[in-house]
T-cell receptor, first 114, second 113 residues
Framework: NAGVTQTPKFQVLKTGQSMTLQCAQDMNHNSMYWYRQDPGMGLRLIYY???????DKGEVPNGYNVSRLNKREFSLRLESAAPSQTSVYFCASSEAPISTDTQYFGPGTRLTVL | GNSVTQMEGPVTLSEEAFLTINCTYT??????LFWYVQYPGEGLQLLLK?????DKGSNKGFEATYRKETTSFHLEKGSVQVSDSAVYFC????????????FGTGTKLQVIP
């Protein structure tokens, strides 16, 4: 049982390049989330998928797109990377989109945009 | 809006010392409250949670009580170990079509032998 997996672990991009961050969970969870973590700012929600087939914007969606490929997989795409997108990105999942649920996090992707 | 305020770190303690990390929140209604821990190079993992007022969450010797009257959820441990060195995040959560989680900025704890 791997939990939440993310690829890649590290990535360096040049400004204007594109890339997709992959996330998969094997816990049969309905809800999935993408966060970014920046120093002194905690975690901020980029996009979420409350259930398979749905996606919606979170707190900081500009410059990103997502795809909920199936119940297991939720990818995050940067179409034209900018230095302001240098961050650590975490994918998370939970069984249901309710306040009491625990979120399970992947190990993160550390992205640097030059 | 909702917010979570944690004490600033880093916090440095000697092994076996008593730990308190303060967390206060601003929210309407009745959120659930969480403490997550992040070890170096890893993602966050749940440490404990409390889903209603006066509930006490506990795990691995850590405890926190949901205090609605003081809007607080302070994390405590009676005797810390070197292995407790990590960053601790306080968070509150609402339901609203999805699980809306507001995280604090994190408190780094370093325990020295």
């Amino acid at each position: 049982n791997a939990g939440v997996t993310q690829t890649p672990k590290f990535q360096v991009l040049k400004t204007g390049q594109s890339m997709t961050l992959q996330c998969a969970q094997d816990m049969n969870h309905n809800s999935m989330y993408w966060y970014r973590q920046d120093p002194g700012m905690g975690l901020r929600l980029i996009y979420y998928s409350a259930s398979e087939g749905t996606t919606d914007k979170g707190e900081v969606p500009n410059g990103y797109n997502v795809s909920r490929l199936n119940k297991r997989e939720f990818s995050l795409r940067l179409e034209s990377a900018a230095p302001s997108q240098t961050s650590v990105y975490f994918c998370a999942s939970s069984e249901a989109p309710i306040s009491t649920d625990t979120q399970y996090f992947g190990p993160g992707t550390r992205l640097t945009v030059l | 809006g909702n917010s979570v305020t944690q004490m600033e770190g880093p916090v440095t303690l000697s092994e076996e010392a008593f730990l308190t990390i303060n967390c206060t929140y601003t929210a309407t209604g009745y959120p659930s409250l969480f403490w997550y821990v992040q070890y170096p190079g890893e993602g966050l993992q749940l440490l404990l949670k409390a889903t209603k007022a006066d509930d006490k969450g506990s795990n691995k010797g850590f405890e926190a009580t949901y205090r609605k009257e003081t809007t607080s959820f302070h994390l405590e441990k009676g005797s810390v170990q070197v292995s407790d060195s990590a960053v601790y995040f306080c968070a509150l959560s609402y339901s609203g079509g999805y699980q809306k989680v507001t995280f604090g900025t994190g408190t780094k704890l370093q325990v020295i032998p």
